[in-house]
């Protein structure tokens, strides 16, 4: 394959990748959950939103942990399915206990999350592990077609929200049949779905250190809905959501491109600092290119879908979404590092980062206010992207 070809067959993959996503949580951002906020009320979507910060800690980590491991693991040995269901297994189970726990703190959640909640957290769990199917036969088409069929199924699952008044049952419409999809039209899902490898362990020790690396990540990404949640109430939390919602929207784009990136970068020859220091650049200037972007809009897309909330979200916008668009920056970067970093380097960022988020958030929500902690967590994501501009020049070779 000629270096155009490689260039062409990457740009297509990371649009095909973007517009699935970028649909995909369009629809979740601005049709599903404005109508869960409608129907339910602030005060009950406040806690409907901590609750999904909890999947995207659990679920998403244990999944992408795994996705990611898979991806990095190709160029260096041969693994087999088993190694990685045998470690998605153990973390669902973990996953459906915390979830069990996690419900018992919200007082407006029905009886009926008690059984769909856990049953959510597993299915999630493979849906994010099962993306690795595409990226590792460079098939974004078939991600396309992945997305589309969660975005219209959690669509149809609003009919059934209405009846069953479970937020569940809208994003079980559309997870169940996307691993359908993967288990007809992929390898990952399909047997031997036991059978250990020789390199099990090496699997299983990239797997958790990943798992905890993406913990903290996410963690991190959706601990200040739980934090405000904890110290304030439901209604800040939607506040503070509306303020921010088209830079996570950004953010969560970090996934799809990072899975793209690492698909690719697996199959590098070469990759040096000259590299590093290009995609670093392209990098920084998409994020500022998002940026201008996102913030003329905010306040009226904002108004359109939150009117009830878009004034008292309207001083938060700068910030919180600059905040959020530095913090996906990063994370593009950080993963671009685990090309010529072990996996160890990502686990422990993470870990120093979530570590002062927590000290900033609580000595900012605790002595100032809302726009006291926007702008704190502004400051240590910009201070994060830095250490790892330079960290990935330190290990990267010239």
Request: hydrophobic share 50%.
């Amino acid at each position: 394959m000629t270096k155009r070809s490689d260039s062409k067959n990457f740009i297509e993959s990371v649009v095909l990748s973007i517009a699935a996503l970028g649909i995909y949580n369009c629809v979740l951002q601005f049709i599903i959950y404005p109508y869960l906020n409608r129907t339910v009320g602030e005060e009950a979507f406040g806690d409907v939103l901590a609750l999904l910060s909890v999947l995207s800690v659990g679920s998403m980590s244990i999944g992408v942990g795994a996705n990611y491991s898979r991806l990095a693991n190709k160029p260096r040995f041969e693994s087999s399915n088993g190694d990685y269901n045998a470690f998605l297994c153990i973390g669902s189970a973990v996953a459906a206990v915390a979830g069990v726990v996690s419900l018992m703190f919200f007082d407006s959640i029905s009886t009926l999350s008690y059984i769909l909640f856990p049953v959510l957290s597993i299915v999630m769990i493979f849906r994010y592990y099962s993306e690795a199917d595409f990226r590792l036969s460079v098939n974004y088409r078939k991600n396309f077609i992945f997305y589309m069929i969660i975005t219209t199924g959690m669509l149809v699952g609003l009919f059934l929200f209405r009846l069953t008044k479970s937020f569940e049952t809208a994003m079980l419409m559309g997870e169940i049949p996307a691993l359908i999809y993967v288990f007809f039209s992929g390898t990952v899902l399909k047997k031997p779905f036991f059978k250990k490898s020789p390199m099990h362990k090496n699997v299983i020790r990239s797997c958790a250190q990943l798992t905890g690396s993406q913990f903290f990540s996410n963690l991190t990404l959706n601990c200040d809905r739980i934090l405000i949640s904890a110290l304030s109430t439901g209604t800040d939390v939607t506040v503070y959501y509306t303020a921010s919602l088209l830079g996570k929207a950004m953010a969560l784009l970090t996934g799809p491109v990072s899975g793209v990136l690492l698909g690719f970068l697996a199959k590098a020859e070469k990759f040096g600092r000259k590299q590093f220091l290009l995609c670093s650049v392209v990098t920084l200037v998409a994020g500022a290119a998002a940026f201008c972007v996102f913030i003329p809009l905010a306040p009226f897309i904002i108004g359109i879908l939150y009117p009830d909330t878009a004034q008292q979200a309207g001083r938060y916008f700068l910030l919180a979404n600059g905040g959020q668009i530095i913090y996906f920056v990063s994370n593009l970067l950080l993963v671009i590092v685990l090309r010529f970093a072990k996996e160890k380097l990502q686990l422990y960022i993470n870990v120093v980062y979530f570590v002062l988020f927590i000290i900033a958030s609580l000595l900012s929500l605790i002595f100032g206010d809302l726009f006291v902690f926007c702008a704190a967590t502004f400051a240590l994501n910009t201070v994060r992207l830095i250490a790892i501009l330079l960290l990935g020049i330190r290990y990267s070779k010239a």
